[in-house]
């Protein structure tokens, strides 16, 4: 069973900058596929990007050329850099194991953990 802790979340002005981090634990933690999520207030929770044990990544819907995620197998950890945030990026961001990516399509998580919360406001 994996278990995940988000942090780095807070409040922001438009424009600025966040680095999340996800802190994972579990046996099979480096050959799992992890990955982002994030839900928006009244928003369904939308799939930012999932990253492969050798670094391969793929996009979800809410992904953005502002954002970058990373992946330590080291240290078991994994981070989300996000830049020039927007109102529109409010939301509760989520660390996920187990992304299935079929076709280069994010098909779904096994788990994700309590969210880290991200409020984008003047």
């Known amino acids: 069973q994996v278990q995940l802790v988000e942090s780095g979340g807070g409040l922001v002005q438009p424009g600025g900058s966040l680095r999340l981090s996800c802190t994972a634990s579990?046996?099979?933690?480096?050959?799992?596929?992890l990955g982002w999520l994030r839900q928006a207030p009244g928003k369904e929770r939308e799939p930012i990007s999932c990253i492969s044990f050798d670094g391969s990544t793929y996009p979800g819907k809410a992904m953005s050329p502002r954002f970058t995620i990373s992946r330590y197998l080291d240290n078991n950890t994994m981070y989300l850099q996000m830049n020039s945030l927007k109102v529109e990026d409010t939301g509760v961001y989520y660390c996920?194991?187990?992304?299935?990516?079929?076709?280069?399509?994010?098909?779904?998580?096994?788990?994700w953990g309590q969210g880290t919360q991200v409020t984008v406001t003047p």
């Open positions: 996920a194991a187990d992304c299935t990516v079929i076709g280069g399509r994010i098909m779904g998580f096994g788990s």
């Open positions: 579990g046996f099979t933690l480096k050959y799992s596929t």
